[in-house]
Nanobody, 124 residues
Framework: VQLQASGGGLVQAGGSLRLSCAAS????????MAWFRQPPGKEREFAAR????????YYAASVRGRFTISRDNAKNTVYLQMNSLKPEDTAVYYC??????????????????WGQGTQVTVSS
């Protein structure tokens, strides 16, 4: 199983980026997919999740209304559209997958597979 995250970069505050997570070795529609982020010097934190069967989405309070998680089952890819970016969104962003949730969806320990991370830097 491999998750390949891409799309990060440097953007000014107020700008937008779209992250992609291409999955291989699994069918993303059968998995709960999530995005986490790790700001400099801080622990990894939950950003967004999309359920495997329902497609229901969940967001951290800090990103709700600005970020949108979505999936393209035909491409086996999950996206994170990030709008109205703020300097505090600066972090390495990771995609993660687990087939069946055995713990809280917002806990990194719940997920079995991880992408390599993509850096997002928001300048003020």
């Amino acid at each position: 199983v491999q998750l390949q995250a891409s799309g990060g970069g440097l953007v000014q505050a107020g700008g937008s980026l779209r992250l992609s997570c291409a999955a291989s070795g699994l069918t993303s529609s059968d998995y709960n997919m999530a995005w986490f982020r790790q700001p400099p010097g801080k622990e990894r934190e939950f950003a967004a999740r999309i359920g495997w069967s329902s497609g229901i989405t969940y967001y951290a309070a800090s990103v709700r209304g600005r970020f949108t998680i979505s999936r393209d089952n035909a491409k086996n890819t999950v996206y994170l559209q990030m709008n109205s970016l703020k300097p505090e969104d600066t972090a390495v962003y990771y995609c993660a997958a687990v087939r069946a949730l055995r713990g809280p969806y917002y806990s990194p320990q719940t997920y079995d597979y991880w992408g390599q991370g993509t850096q997002v830097t928001v300048s003020s």
